[in-house]
């Protein structure tokens, strides 16, 4: 596998259990969020975003939770499995509504525990 | 199938040996990207395309150029490689260059410069 996920934070979960992943970012005007995952040998794949307009969106399985006030982004996964071990990363974009540059977190490996 | 292709995937060379790591997208996107991933970095912005023949600096463009003659390609060239392009290298693309679109990523290039 790739070598990016050397010395990263990791979150160790049991299989079932629910998963929360957090991301620190760094902008205040920031306006619109995503989580990646990033399975080893992968490229980063979307998972689900989230605009500044809102606190909470929720996909399949998967939850992401804004809190702007304190500059904080977490992704929730219910009841974990074994597909979802991966490396996640969040992404802002700084620039506002009809910009294109993004700021990529260093991320967080995910390992789920039969 | 709908899809991002790198190739080579992995490349070892040596300093100052031009080379190239092509990208292709078969989805009709008219932006694209080139990221670089680094150990305990995130992904890295080299260059980008909002379309054909529009081609624009991202953070960390030195030692590398692009071209846009088509939609579907982006190549990556590094005209003279050093040590410190080793790297894993990441195409995406998007619709259009809108901060709400979806970015898919390539698999990745895993380049060694000795």
């Known amino acids: 596998g790739e070598s990016v996920g050397l010395h990263l934070p990791t979150l160790s979960v049991q299989e079932g259990d629910n998963s929360i992943i957090n991301c620190a970012y760094s902008?205040?005007?920031?306006?619109?969020f995503i989580w990646y995952k990033q399975e080893s040998g992968k490229g980063p794949q979307f998972i689900i975003d989230?605009?500044?307009?809102?606190d909470k969106r929720q996909g399949q399985r998967v939850t992401v939770l804004l809190n702007k006030t304190v500059k904080h982004l977490s992704l929730q996964i219910a009841a974990t499995q074994p597909g979802d071990s991966a490396v996640y990363f969040c992404?802002?974009?700084?620039?506002?509504?009809?910009?294109?540059?993004?700021?990529f977190g260093t991320g967080t490996r995910l390992k789920v525990l039969a | 199938e709908a899809q991002v292709t790198q190739n080579p995937r992995y490349l070892i060379t040596v300093t100052g040996k031009k080379l190239t790591v092509t990208c292709s997208q078969n989805?009709?996107?008219?932006?694209m990207s080139w990221y670089r991933q680094d150990p305990g970095l995130g992904l890295r912005q080299i260059y980008y395309?909002?379309?054909?023949?529009?081609?624009d600096k991202g953070d960390v463009p030195e030692g590398y150029k692009v071209s846009r003659k088509e939609k579907r390609n982006f190549p990556l060239i590094l005209e003279s490689p050093s040590p410190n392009q080793t790297s894993l290298y990441f195409c995406?693309?998007?619709?259009?260059?809108?901060?709400?679109?979806?970015?898919?990523f390539g698999p990745g290039t895993r380049l060694t410069v000795l």
């Open positions: 995406a693309s998007s619709l259009q260059a809108a901060s709400t679109d979806t970015q898919y």
């Open positions: 902008n205040s005007a920031s306006d619109y």
């Open positions: 989230i605009r500044s307009n809102m």
């Open positions: 989805m009709n996107h008219e932006y």
């Open positions: 992404a802002e974009n700084p620039g506002g509504p009809g910009t294109y540059k993004y700021i």
């Open positions: 395309s909002m379309n054909v023949e529009v081609t």
